[in-house]
C-alpha cells in the first residue's frame, strides 16, 4: 500500500511500512532484512548508496523510512544521509559497528533520525516507525508556522532592510508565535484536517523546481512568497501549500549544506577564520567546501544544478575557461557554503565557491562568463545586505553573475576589500541562529553604505563589503560573488583558488550525482534558465533573505 | 534415542562456544529470526559471513605485507571486518579487530601484525568449530529452536 500519502496512517500501522535498507555488508544487509520482514515491513535492500538514490529517485514516493550503514565504499554515509534528506525528505536512520559519540554527533549534525548501533537487535527496528509518523506531524506544523511567517513577511513587504526591517522581522517572528501558540489549539485539528485532505507528496522534479525558481527570481527575494510564485510558475496542480513548504525547505537546505560545508571544511583543516581570503588555505578550504556543497546542494538544487552541471560538462565544462568548469562544480557547493559563516575565512570561502557555483550555474550555457559580466552588474543596488535574507537562490544566481564579474576581473578597491574582511568578524559569532546573524549582519551593515533592497544585486565593487556581510547571512551566496568580483584582486585565492579548486576538485561523485540529479531527464530542460536576461534579473529574485531570516528565526523560535 | 544423542550434542557444542567466548547473543538473534520462512537461515548468515571475510582477510593480508603499513587502509578494512563479525556474533573475533583498530590509531604496525595472527586464529578456529556444529546439526536433525546458554 502506498504510504506516500500520509493522509491517514494505514490501519495496520506500522505493517507494511516501505524500508530501504542500504549496506555494504552482504551478511547484515540479509539479517536485516529478514529482522524487518519479521516486522512486518515491506523491505527493499542495495548495496550500493548510488543504487539507493537511483532507487529513490525512481519512485519518489516508494518509501518511508531508510536504513543506512555509515561506512560506504561508494558514498559516504552522510552523503547519502544528506542527499536522501534534501532530495526526498525520508527520514534516515543511520547505522554503524562504531560507536564513538563523534560518529553519532555527526550523524544527527547531518540530519539522521537515529544512530543504531550493530550489533542490531530487533527490537530497535521494531520502533523505527515513529520516525516516519514524526516526520509527517512536522511536515504539517511546519507548514503552518511558514504560513504565518509568511504572512508576516509580506505584511512587511517592501519595507527597508535596515536594522529597523530586522528588528521588525524579530517582532514579527515572536507576534507570529504568538498567533500561532493562540491558534495552538486548532493545531491538531488542523493536523487531522490537512493530514486528511494532505494530498500525495509532490514530487519536485527538475523542471518544476526550475519554474519554481524561475519564479522566486522573477518575484524578486523581498516579495517572495508561495503565491506568488504559484502564480507565476503556473502549474495547475500545484498548491500554494506545496509552494510554501517547498520555498521552506529549500531554505533550509540551503542552510544546512552550508553548515555542512563549514563542518567539513574545518574538519578538513582549513580554518580560514583568521585568514580572510588571502590565505591560500581558503582556497583549499573552498574546494572541501565545494566538495561539500556538491554534495549537499546537489541535494536540493539538483535540479537546477544538476542539470547545469550536466550540461556544462557536455558543453565546455572544462575547456572553457576554468572558471566556468569550476564554478559549475562549485554551484553546488557554494550554495551551501554561505549558510551561517561562522568564520570570516568561511565567509571568504563562500563567497568565492558561491561565485563560481552560480557562474556555472547559469552561466555556463552561455559560454562566456565574461559576457554575462555586463547584463548581471547592477550598479545601483548592489548589496543591499540584507543581513538576513538567505541568498540561497540568489547564490544561485549570483554566481554566475560574480562568475561574471569575477571574470571579468572587476577592480577591487582596497577598502572593498577592507571592507570585505572587516564584515567577516561581525560573521564570526554568526551563528546558526538567525538571530544573532542578523544582529551581526547589522552592525556590518552600518559599516557599510549600502542599499537596503535586493541583497542580491549584484555586483557593485565598492559594494563588497556588504556582500560579505551578507555572508553572515544565510544565503550570502549571492554577496559572495559580488564580493568576490570586488575583491579579485585580494580574494585572489578564493576566486581562482576556489574557480581552480573547483575545477581541481571537481568531484567525481558531484557528476556523478548531478547526472543523477537530472532524475532522468537530461538537464536539458534547465537550458532555458541560463536565458541572460534571466541573469539580470536573478540577484533580485533569489532569495528574498528577509522572508527567509523571519522564517528561520520563527522556526528558531518556534 | 539416536537422534536425542546428536541433539544433545549439538546443544552442548554450542554451549560451549559460548562458554568458549566464541559466540556471544547476536548468535541467539540468528536462531531467533530462523522460522519456516527461512529454515536455515543461521546457516546462511554464517555462510555469508564466511564469505565475506575470507575477502576481507585475503585484503587484510596484501595490505600488512606492505611497508610502510598504511593504517588508514587497514583502519578501514578492519572496521568492516569488524562489523561482519558482529553480524554473527562472533565474539573474539570481534574484540581483537577492534584491537588491531587500536594499533592503528596508534600507529603501531607491530602491534597491528602481532594482533593480526591472533585474530586469524581466533577466526579458524570459530569457523572450524561453526561448521563441525552446522554438521552435526544437520545429522541430529532440523535445528533445535534458540535457547539462551546456561
Redesign the interface.
Known amino acids: 500500500m502506498d504510504n506516500g500519502c500520509f493522509s491517514t496512517p494505514r490501519r495496520d500501522f506500522p505493517a507494511g511500512l516501505r524500508v530501504l535498507v542500504v549496506d ?5 544487509l ?2 536485516l532484512e ?2 524487518l520482514k ?1 516486522c512486518n515491513y515491506e523491505v527493499t535492500t542495495c548495496c550500493l548508496a548510488r543504487q539507493a538514490l537511483n532507487l529513490l529517485r525512481e519512485r519518489k514516493d516508494g518509501y518511508d523510512i531508510v536504513i543506512s ?1 555509515v ?1 560506504m565504499p561508494d558514498m559516504d554515509g552522510f552523503k547519502l544521509l544528506e542527499h536522501v534528506g534534501l532530495e526526498m525528505d525520508l527520514p534516515v536512520i543511520m547505522m ?3 560507536g564513538e559519540t563523534s560518529r553519532v554527533m555527526k550523524g544527527v549534525q547531518h540530519g539522521a533520525c537515529d544512530y543504531l548501533l ?2 542490531i ?2 527490537k530497535e527496528l521494531r520502533n523505527i516507525w515513529q520516525h516516519v509518523f514524526r516526520k509527517r506531524i512536522h511536515e504539517v506544523r511546519e507548514f503552518e508556522n511558514f504560513e504565518s511567517f509568511e504572512s508576516m513577511h509580506l505584511m512587511r513587504n517592501g519595507s527597508d532592510l535596515s536594522e529597523e526591517g530586522n528588528m521588525f522581522a524579530l517582532e514579527d517572528m515572536t507576534s507570529s508565535k504568538k498567533r500561532k501558540d493562540v491558534d495552538g489549539k486548532h493545531d491538531d485539528r488542523e493536523f487531522l484536517d490537512s493530514s486528511s485532505s494532505k494530498k500525495a507528496r509532490v514530487v519536485w522534479s527538475v523542471d518544476l523546481h526550475q519554474k519554481f525558481v524561475k519564479a522566486v527570481n522573477q518575484i524578486g527575494f523581498d516579495k517572495v512568497g508561495p503565491k506568488k510564485i504559484l502564480d507565476l510558475m503556473n502549474v495547475p496542480w500545484l498548491s500554494r501549500e506545496n509552494v510554501a513548504s517547498h520555498l521552506q525547505k529549500y531554505r533550509l537546505y540551503l542552510s544546512r549544506l552550508q553548515k555542512d560545508n563549514e563542518q567539513k571544511s574545518s574538519s578538513s583543516g582549513m580554518k580560514h577564520s583568521d585568514l580572510p581570503l588571502k590565505d591560500v588555505g581558503s582556497f583549499g578550504f573552498q574546494n572541501s567546501a565545494d566538495k561539500q556543497q556538491n554534495d549537499a546542494s546537489i541535494d536540493r538544487y539538483n535540479y537546477s544544478e544538476g542539470t547545469l552541471q550536466h550540461q556544462n560538462m557536455e558543453t565546455k565544462s572544462h575547456e572553457s575557461n576554468p572558471k566556468g568548469t569550476v564554478p559549475h562544480s562549485i554551484t553546488a557547493e557554494k550554495v551551501k557554503a554561505f549558510v551561517p559563516l561562522e568564520s570570516e575565512g568561511k565567509n571568504a570561502t563562500f563567497q568565492s565557491t558561491m561565485s563560481t557555483t552560480q557562474y556555472s550555474w547559469t552561466e555556463i550555457p552561455k559560454t562566456q562568463l565574461k559576457k554575462e559580466q555586463k547584463p548581471i552588474v547592477h550598479p545601483e543596488d548592489n548589496f543591499n545586505l540584507l543581513p538576513l535574507h538567505g541568498k540561497q537562490h540568489n547564490i544561485q544566481v549570483d554566481q554566475s553573475q560574480s562568475i561574471a564579474s569575477i571574470s571579468s576581473t572587476p577592480s577591487i578597491a582596497e577598502q572593498d576589500v577592507a571592507g570585505c574582511i572587516e564584515t567577516k568578524p561581525r560573521f564570526a559569532d554568526y551563528k546558526k541562529d538567525y538571530t544573532s546573524s542578523v544582529s551581526s549582519i547589522r552592525s556590518s551593515v552600518d559599516t557599510f553604505p549600502f542599499q537596503p533592497g535586493n541583497l542580491m544585486m549584484n555586483y557593485q565593487p565598492s559594494q563588497q563589503a556588504i556582500s560579505t556581510t551578507n555572508l553572515g547571512v544565510k544565503t550570502q551566496s549571492y554577496n559572495n560573488l559580488s564580493c568576490i568580483s570586488d575583491l579579485e584582486s585580494y580574494q585572489r585565492n578564493l576566486l581562482f583558488g576556489g574557480e581552480a579548486a573547483s575545477a581541481a576538485p571537481l568531484d567525481e561523485d558531484l557528476y556523478f550525482y548531478w547526472h543523477n540529479m537530472n532524475f532522468g531527464q537530461q538537464s536539458i530542460g534547465m537550458p532555458e534558465y541560463y536565458d541572460p536576461g534571466l541573469l539580470t534579473e536573478v540577484p533580485n529574485h533569489l532569495y528574498d533573505s528577509t522572508d527567509y531570516s523571519v522564517i528561520d528565526q520563527g522556526l528558531f523560535i518556534a | 534415542m539416536d537422534r536425542n544423542n546428536s541433539r544433545r550434542q549439538v546443544a552442548a557444542m554450542k554451549q560451549s562456544l559460548f562458554d568458549q567466548g566464541l559466540l556471544d547473543e547476536q548468535f541467539i538473534q540468528l536462531e531467533e529470526l530462523q522460522d519456516d520462512a527461512n529454515p536455515n537461515f543461521v546457516e546462511e548468515i554464517v555462510t555469508l559471513y564466511y564469505r565475506d571475510s575470507s575477502r576481507l582477510i585475503s585484503n587484510l593480508e596484501q595490505t600488512l605485507e606492505r611497508n610502510p603499513l598504511d593504517f588508514n587502509k587497514l583502519d578501514t578494512i578492519m572496521h568492516q571486518f569488524k562489523g561482519s563479525s558482529s553480524s554473527i556474533g562472533a565474539k573474539k573475533v570481534k574484540a581483537e579487530s577492534s584491537l588491531i583498530r587500536e594499533y592503528c590509531r596508534t600507529g603501531n604496525a607491530e602491534g597491528c601484525r602481532k594482533s593480526y595472527q591472533q585474530m586469524k586464529k581466533e577466526y579458524v578456529a570459530l569457523r572450524k568449530k561453526l561448521e563441525n556444529y552446522f554438521q552435526l546439526a544437520r545429522q541430529a536433525g532440523p535445528l533445535e529452536r534458540a535457547c539462551r546458554p546456561k
Open positions: 555494504d555488508d552482504p551478511t547484515w540479509k539479517i529478514k529482522m519479521k550503514d561506512n554503524s559497528v562504531d550493530k550489533p537487535r530487533m
